[in-house]
């Protein structure tokens, strides 16, 4: 049976990594894969995720299966986190949410959802987007298009390109929009631009699908959800995916969010149903550890705090990063003016440098990034820049 399969390459992101751990180079760095990492380079747990852990240790009493949509405090918390409290959407009970394992399995299931409502539905991605978003969604059998969102040239947004195509999207096809700290780029819309694309929601009829995995990266926890809020706010149907990985640190417990926000209080204990059968036919019910987790921080209030603190320091040091990089390239005498990055938000820059040059980084200097130009932010250190920079100013 098996034998008529043929190999395929390794995942560019994954494969990176694993590039990078056979290198001997001492000198070697790693901005590949999209996790957070301290100035020594590790990807400590989180101090309010040991907390929990202990809590969960003393109090979990057995193993038996959680409910079919996941942790209940978990999914009323993150609600909360995402959308604030009071939130029309929540008050009306518009909302169906399930416990979904990471990011990607919500965005799996939430793709599968979609195909049920309508198989010939169009998904339009942002040019570029995060890689796994095109097998995510359209292994569920979706047709995937993309609107223009980032110029490489200028290293901003082509927001009136992308307005343009938007207003071309025929009514109940699906936008996929990053609500904060875009991936690859880390380019994010502003609130003009988040107003602007409501207004053409609004005259299309399409559906907007926010993709959440950041939340805290960017400007705080309440600002990096301001389009998604405002989407939520004032549309009667908005799809969210959100991910626990990054903000809780909680990558390999496989911990995210499915959210449909339907039209009527009806539809959605009708959507509830749905979704809970397509998980029952992938994966039955969700992992609990992760979402046990979440459930303990946000629901007890001193925790909650300390992780809010938590969140904000690897913002504030990823932008510090971010300067720290932009100030040394000019140091050196780099002939490309890299201020942009100090404008981009979250994990992510696009350094904006050609395939060949990221290759030259790669092979010559040990520097490891996916050749898009797109780097972990968090992979830079005081101990690295000194050499990261002077390794970029060379092959530019
Ligand atoms: C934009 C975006 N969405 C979703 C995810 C999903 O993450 P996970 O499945 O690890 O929760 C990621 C992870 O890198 C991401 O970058």
Same mark, same amino acid.
């Given at each position: ?62 193993? $038996? ?55 010939? $539905?169009?998904?339009? %991605? ?135 926000? $339907? ?98 980084? %790669? ?11 797109? %780097? ?21």
């Amino acid at each position: 049976m098996f034998d008529v399969l043929t190999p395929l390459p390794a995942d560019p992101i994954l494969g990176l990594s694993a590039a990078y751990k056979k290198d001997t180079n001492p000198n070697k760095i790693d901005l590949g894969v999209g996790v957070y990492k301290d100035e020594q380079g590790r990807t400590p747990i989180m101090n309010t995720v040991q907390k929990a852990q202990r809590i969960l240790l003393e109090t979990e009493d057995s193993k $038996t299966y959680i409910p079919q949509q996941g942790v209940q405090g978990f999914i009323d918390g993150m609600l909360q986190l995402i959308l604030g409290q009071g939130h029309k959407a929540l008050i009306e009970n518009r909302i169906a949410a399930v416990q979904a394992p990471g990011g990607c399995g919500a965005l799996r299931i939430l793709a599968e959802l979609i195909k049920r409502c309508d198989g010939d $539905t169009t998904v339009w %991605v942002s040019d570029p987007t995060w890689a796994n978003h095109i097998p995510l969604i359209g292994n569920a059998g979706l047709n995937i298009k993309t609107y223009p969102y980032f110029d490489k040239t200028s290293a901003s947004i082509k927001f009136d390109e992308m307005a343009d195509c938007l207003k071309q999207v025929k009514k109940g096809d699906v936008v996929l929009l990053h609500g904060c700290c875009h991936n690859p780029t880390g380019a994010d819309l502003n609130k003009d631009q988040w107003n602007t694309v409501l207004e053409i929601a609004q005259q299309t009829g399409f559906i907007p699908f926010v993709d959440i995995a950041y939340q805290g990266f960017g400007d705080s926890l309440e600002e990096d959800v301001y389009g998604v809020r405002l989407l939520a706010n004032s549309l009667p149907e908005v799809i969210i995916a959100a991910s626990c990985s990054k903000n809780f640190g909680l990558y390999r417990e496989r911990t995210g969010l499915a959210v449909m926000i $339907t039209e009527t209080p009806a539809i959605a204990s009708i959507t509830q149903t749905q979704i809970q059968s397509i998980a029952r036919g992938i994966y039955s019910m969700p992992p609990s550890y992760g979402g046990a987790l979440v459930d303990i921080i946000l629901n007890t209030p001193d925790l909650k705090t300390e992780w809010m603190q938590e969140v904000t320091d690897m913002r504030e040091r990823m932008k510090n990063l971010r300067k720290l990089l932009v100030d040394k390239l000019a140091e050196k005498g780099a002939s490309k003016d890299f201020s942009f990055v100090n404008q981009q938000k979250g994990m992510f820059s696009f350094l904006c440098i050609s395939p060949e040059q990221v290759e030259k980084l %790669v092979n010559e200097h040990s520097v490891y990034l996916v050749s898009s130009s797109r %780097v972990n932010i968090a992979g830079i250190s005081l101990s690295n820049v000194d050499n990261l920079a002077e390794a970029l100013v060379k092959v530019l």
